[in-house]
């Protein structure tokens, strides 16, 4: 007897794993095969699977009488006095551990976004949602969010906004301070757990396209802090303004939101906080659908 339970994996693989196994509830199939049979099925999903999840059960001569096999999971099979288990490291562990889930490092996230952006150059998607989050630095493996806002927009007309400060203990670097005004007194008053804020902002997201500025930045950060909390990941179809200012204003100084703004005559109130950041952006979004492939500021 043999389990096998798929996330996130192509329809094909899906498919063909019906040829051999019955389909009991989405994404989990149960059967009897040869050992033959197992280890080919269990080659054929690890190469199918790309960045999906996969677990196999299987019938084994042990104490148990059944051992594991992962793919890109985060559950890990260990061996305890002669015992098969499998064990789930916490978010803690995980950051302890200074590892991510497999195929989710910033790279991946980067290479991500760019594999799974969407074409956006003409029309104006007719649901999407414009993310920015300020951070205290650079890096999501070491930096941390401490504001995200969101403006959701539905055929053309905003559909509601998202916007909350996120509490964070260490002490905000001095020099992020300065840039957005954000203060640790701010995040003790104002600030909330970083899992609520997160929680709600995969909620207020759903299956829509992102739009961002720099969108592997806002995205790496958001995946990192969905890792941290132990949530779903982080993986809509996203579109970067960056890049589709690149093919509308190829004569730009540079592409930073700032510049943009500056040459297309377009307002940013308050400048590196989340909210008027994304005002911004969905103005430059718009701004830029409408103009022409080599249009100059």
């Known amino acids: 007897m043999i389990v096998v339970v798929l996330e996130k994996c192509p329809l094909a693989l899906r498919g063909d794993l019906t040829k051999w196994l019955q389909e009991i509830s989405l994404g989990v199939y149960v059967g009897r095969v040869s050992a033959r049979v197992r280890d080919e099925l269990w080659s054929r999903i690890c190469k199918e699977c790309k960045t999906g999840r996969a677990t196999m059960v299987f019938s084994a001569r042990n104490e148990q009488h059944l051992n594991y096999r992962v793919h890109n999971t985060a559950w890990e099979p260990i061996d305890f006095d002669g015992i098969k288990l499998m064990m789930r490291p916490s978010p803690s562990r995980m950051k302890a551990l200074g590892t991510k889930r497999v195929g989710w490092s910033y790279a991946a996230m980067r290479s991500k976004a760019r594999r799974g ?3 956006a150059e003409t029309d104006e998607p007719r649901e999407y949602v414009v993310l920015d989050v300020e951070t205290t630095g650079l890096d999501p493996d070491k930096d941390a969010i401490i504001e995200i806002a969101a403006i959701k927009v539905e055929q053309g007309v905003e559909a509601g906004r998202l916007h909350e400060l996120i509490r964070y203990e260490k002490g905000i670097p001095k020099k ?40 592997s930045f806002d995205t790496g950060f958001v995946q990192a802090a969905c890792e941290e909390c132990d949530l779903d990941d982080f993986d809509n179809e996203c579109i970067d303004t960056i890049t589709l200012a690149k093919k509308k204003m190829p004569d730009a100084p540079n592409y930073r939101l700032k510049t943009l703004l500056g040459l ?7 400048p590196h906080r989340a909210e008027s950041d ?8 718009r701004k830029l659908i409408k103009m022409g492939p080599t249009s100059k500021g």
């Open 278 to 285: 994304c005002e911004a952006t969905l103005s430059l979004f």
């Open 176 to 215: 992020i301070v300065e840039l957005t005004g954000i203060t640790d007194e701010m995040l003790a008053e104002k600030g909330i757990e970083l899992e609520r804020a997160v929680s709600g902002l995969l909620s207020f997201v759903g299956s829509r396209i992102v739009v961002a500025h720099n969108a």
């Open 264 to 270: 297309l005559n377009l307002d940013n109130q308050i």
């Open 117 to 119: 952006s969407v074409a």
